[in-house]
């Protein structure tokens, strides 16, 4: 359910906007993703400029660019991030969906824990209804019946494949990820309940009323909208 589209310059701009919210002896949670990417490069840059700060990486990935522009690591047993910031696959009234990457579990986790959570994104995420595939990370044995149960809140599930391998996508935590496309969504906490309470179900993409800040970045601007 990979997600695609907006320029790399408007991700950029949105990623060193949130990371300009960063202050020194701050722990940060780091996102996963393309503009999430942005905003590591540029506290990197930052790091290398002398501002002392630790990430908590939600991903392989995060964790492994971090390490490469130089951001200090730590994790969730030794801190509470100060702020977290992350990428969204759609946005709509500040609710999100999340997921594209496989990390969502994670995600969710550095995302809820932090005092506050910025959320970076181009125009191309931003929608009046939440209206793309809901990734679902499934336990490998609970598949078949979390996919029933999915088709029973009228949803359509599909196991998500690899891209360069044979068979399905493995996240970090060893699980397979479902996508379940439910139409325009017009009751997303009342879905996240739902999804939430499904036996198997480790996580799903439905990330509501979390975000403090949305980070907007255009091809010349970056539009700030703050939790109402």
């Given at each position: 359910m990979k997600q695609t589209g907006g320029s790399?310059?408007?991700k950029r701009r949105a990623g060193e906007s949130a990371a300009d919210?960063?202050?020194?002896?701050?722990?940060?949670?780091?996102?996963?993703g393309s503009t999430a990417a942005a905003a590591i490069r540029a506290l990197g840059r930052r790091v290398d400029a002398g501002l002392d700060i630790r990430g908590v990486p939600t991903s392989y990935q995060s964790r492994q660019l971090a390490r490469e522009v130089g951001v200090p690591l730590t994790t969730l047993e030794e801190a509470t991030p100060d702020v977290a910031i992350d990428g969204a696959d759609r946005i709509a009234?500040?609710?999100?969906?999340?997921?594209?990457?496989?990390?969502?579990?994670?995600?969710?986790?550095?995302?809820a824990a932090a005092d506050r959570f910025l959320v970076v994104a181009d125009e191309t995420k931003l929608a009046a209804t939440l209206d793309v595939a809901v990734p679902v990370e499934v336990l490998p044995d609970a598949v078949p019946v979390v996919e029933d149960t999915l088709e029973a809140l009228d949803g359509v599930p599909t196991l998500r494949a690899a891209e360069r391998k044979d068979g399905p996508v493995v996240t970090d935590n060893g699980n397979l990820?479902?996508?379940?496309?439910?139409?325009?969504i017009a009751?997303?906490?009342?879905?996240?309940?739902d999804l939430a309470a499904i036996p198997g179900v480790v996580a799903h993409g439905l990330?509501?009323?979390?975000?403090?800040e949305i980070h907007v970045g255009t091809?010349?601007?970056v539009d700030v909208r703050n939790r109402e």
């Open positions: 790399d310059e408007a919210a960063v202050v020194d002896e701050m722990v940060v949670g780091l996102g996963t009234d500040g609710d999100l969906i999340k997921g594209g990457g496989a990390a969502h579990a994670r995600e969710k986790l550095v995302d990820v479902i996508d379940c496309d439910f139409g325009a009751e997303p906490a009342a879905l996240s309940a990330f509501i009323d979390m975000a403090d091809g010349d601007s």
